[in-house]
């Protein structure tokens, strides 16, 4: 179980040393270059798990309005979850649970829902998110929607107190396009 102490911080409390140790640490768990995607993703909530005096795990929440029904006619503001990621030699050690169990305290207590994409569905189940079984679409700049299919099953969402209480999740839901990857 994680020892790692949490700690939260806004984007731009972020010293510049801290945020080049977070682009390590995606870079190191998601096997790719990093530094783009603090661009596209956007200032939120940063949300860290250190041990042994080093960042061993990350999630952040931004805001973002997502769209549901057919029509788009219900917006809704969502804690949407972005860069969930641990160091490879830190896996296995409850860190990204630790982190993503705080994400869903501040989710809990500032949004209507929280929205994350993932293809780890089963690991964000045990935190209690659900999968939106509905087609999934993004939402263009003049407003008109695209179906995003290659996004099916892999949204998920997490309820709140601000939730819909009739929140169905077989219905089309949508998110405003971004460059990169929309969802």
């Not at 209690?128 to 099916?152: C, H, I, K, N, Q």
Request: aromatic residues 8%; hydrophobic residues 40%; proline residues 4%.
């Amino acid at each position: 179980m994680s020892t790692a102490r949490l700690r939260l911080a806004q984007t731009e409390e972020l010293s510049a040393d801290r945020l080049d140790e977070l682009t390590r640490l995606c870079e190191a768990a998601f096997e790719e270059p990093f530094a783009v995607v603090w661009e596209r993703v956007g200032p939120g909530l940063h949300v860290m798990a250190e041990a042994e005096g080093r960042i061993v795990a990350h999630a952040m929440v931004i805001d973002r309005r997502i769209y549901l029904g057919h029509e788009m006619d219900v917006a809704l503001d969502a804690g949407y979850v972005e860069n969930v990621a641990t160091l490879p030699e830190a896996q296995g050690a409850g860190h990204a649970a630790s982190v993503m169990r705080e994400i869903g305290r501040v989710i809990g207590e500032e949004y209507d829902f929280g929205a994350l994409a993932t293809g780890s569905n089963g690991f964000y189940e045990k935190l209690g998110w659900e999968t939106w079984t509905g087609p999934t679409g993004l939402r263009m700049v003049d407003g008109e929607r695209m179906r995003s299919a290659d996004d099916d099953g892999h949204v998920m969402i997490l309820r709140t107190p601000r939730s819909p209480a009739d929140l169905d999740l077989d219905a089309p839901i949508a998110v405003d396009w971004r460059s990169g990857d929309p969802w």
